[in-house]
């Protein structure tokens, strides 16, 4: 791809720093998004997906026909991205306190808690949850017959 139009090497420059990020630990940076600004993502650059470039830039050309504004919207979600990377400032480790151990009364905190969405889902992860449900609900359903 080296005799690419700029555009083209920009989207495809773009997957790959995102698609870096994507593959740290649970692609925790994306929570940084909103889940809206999540999708503009996954939806145009595709950072979840190993793709060559010939295909990257074939979606990249069908998604903008079906959803033009998509292009806008990815741009502005990555740049917000980029500024909280220029930003960031690493998080302090939390604190393990012992049972009982009581925390000090002098001070606030604040718990923020963050979505990474899955462009895929995560079989894995769902179908133990469905198993279980399956059961509980055969037991309920023979406890509750005489």
Not at 37 to 58: G, N, T
Not at 103 to 113: E, G, N
Request: hydrophobic share 40%; aromatic share 6%.
């Amino acid at each position: 791809m080296l005799n690419a139009p700029h555009h083209y090497q920009a989207y495809l420059q773009a997957h790959r720093a995102l698609r870096s990020l994507w593959l740290e630990p649970d692609g925790a940076v994306f929570a940084e998004l909103s889940p809206h600004e999540q999708w503009y993502l996954h939806d145009y650059f595709r950072p979840s997906e190993q793709l060559p470039d010939q295909d990257l830039l074939a979606h990249r050309k069908a998604i903008s026909r079906q959803r033009p504004c998509l292009p806008q919207s990815a741009g502005r979600a990555l740049s917000l991205l980029v500024r909280m990377l220029q930003t960031y400032v690493e998080p302090r480790p939390a604190v393990i306190r012992k049972p009982g151990e009581r925390l000090p009364t002098t001070r606030v905190h604040h718990i923020t808690v963050r979505a990474v969405v899955q462009p895929e889902p995560d079989v894995a992860r769902y179908a133990p949850a469905v198993v279980q449900m399956v059961m509980k609900k055969h037991e309920k359903d023979h406890r509750a017959q005489p």
